[in-house]
């Protein structure tokens, strides 16, 4: 399994909690601003997708060396935003 395969999949659910406006804005943020202000988005994919025992991601980080979960959460949250800034515009 890859890695980074396995956490595009989690990319429509995060285009579902998130509304359009909160989606622009994440968008906006820059790469820095993304890890040192989105704290509440970083603690959900934490809470959900990292900490549960049974996290295909957590364990996938784990193989490739990454223990923190602030890492691994900071990773997710980094490749959504590069797909959001290549995605086109529906509109």
């Known amino acids: ?17 998130l509304n ?3 989606l622009e804005e994440f968008k906006r943020l820059s790469p820095h601003d993304l890890l040192t202000k989105d704290y509440v988005f970083g603690l959900w ?8 025992e049974n996290s295909i991601l957590r ?11 602030d ?3 900071a990773w997710v949250m980094l490749l959504f935003h590069e797909y959001l800034n290549q995605k086109k515009s529906s509109k």
Request: aromatic share 10%.
């Open 45 to 52: 994919i934490r809470n959900n997708l990292i900490y549960p």
């Open 59 to 69: 364990s996938l980080f784990l193989d490739a060396g990454t223990k923190s979960p």
């Open 71 to 73: 890492e691994m959460s």
């Open 1 to 17: 399994m890859d890695l980074n395969e396995e956490i595009k999949k989690c990319f429509p659910l995060f285009e579902t909690l």
């Open 20 to 22: 359009n406006d909160e």
